[in-house]
T-cell receptor, first 112, second 110 residues
Framework: EAQVTQNPRYLITVTGKKLTVTCSQN?????MSWYRQDPGLGLRQIYY???????DKGDVPEGYKVSRKEKRNFPLILESPSPNQTSLYFC???????????FGDGTRLSIL | SQQGEEDPQALSIQEGENATMNCSYK?????LQWYRQNSGRGLVHLIL?????REKHSGRLRVTLDTSKKSSSLLITASRAADTASYFC??????????FGPGTSLSVIP
């Protein structure tokens, strides 16, 4: 089954404790993105990757890091999480061109 | 500022009625996509319309695109309670970037 898998689905942690949210897709998609969703703001892109070892900043990259060592995986790293990073996070993937995005089920992060 | 802006922000209708949501955007696009999100779940792609297309249908969904007005509309006909969700438009620019609007929350009352 074609899917984008995020882990964990839920996480409560404390300020400053490094965390990683994993994202994996099994569709051989070149393009992967991370978004955060906050009430009234819709989805805002954090980082995206157009292929292995090619990543770029989205609209709200501060406080986040990503890597793309393999085509299927695109982890999101919060080196020193802060409460303003409490949000619902989505990973998405697609092929290049006029193709729709496939989304994971989301990761709800709470930073205390 | 947001590339895509949906209107209205919230919509409540009776089952069986049609629901229309609008999306406006600011810059030129390659395509415009509509997605549905059920209560905190992941977004599900509904329909994609390319910049050279004017109208597209998929089941009970009808999407129009007016590039001269930089706007699109999503029509859901004969709505059902199961259509209750948030609906987002997303625009893809020539830089291969997809930008989402803040969404329309649709409630369909049985």
């Amino acid at each position: 089954e074609a899917q984008v898998t995020q882990n964990p689905r839920y996480l409560i942690t404390v300020t400053g404790k490094k965390l990683t949210v994993t994202c994996s897709q099994n569709m051989n998609h070149e393009y992967m993105s991370w978004y955060r969703q906050d009430p009234g703001l819709g989805l805002r892109q954090i980082y995206y990757s157009m292929n292995v070892e090619v990543t770029d900043k989205g609209d709200v990259p501060e406080g986040y890091k990503v890597s793309r060592k393999e085509k299927r995986n695109f982890p999101l790293i919060l080196e020193s999480p802060s409460p303003n990073q409490t949000s619902l996070y989505f990973c998405a993937s697609r092929n290049t061109g006029n193709q729709p995005q496939h989304f994971g089920d989301g990761t709800r992060l709470s930073i205390l | 500022s947001q590339q895509g802006e949906e209107d209205p922000q919230a919509l409540s209708i009776q089952e069986g009625e049609n629901a229309t949501m609008n999306c406006s955007y600011k810059t030129s696009i390659n395509n415009l996509q509509w997605y549905r999100q059920n209560s905190g779940r992941g977004l599900v792609h509904l329909i994609l319309i390319r910049s050279n297309e004017r109208e597209k249908h998929s089941g009970r969904l009808r999407v129009t695109l007016d590039t001269s007005k930089k706007s699109s509309s999503l029509l859901i006909t004969a709505s059902r309670a199961a259509d209750t969700a948030s609906y987002f438009c997303a625009t893809k620019t020539s830089y291969d970037k997809v930008i989402f609007g803040p969404g329309t929350s649709l409630s369909v009352i049985p």
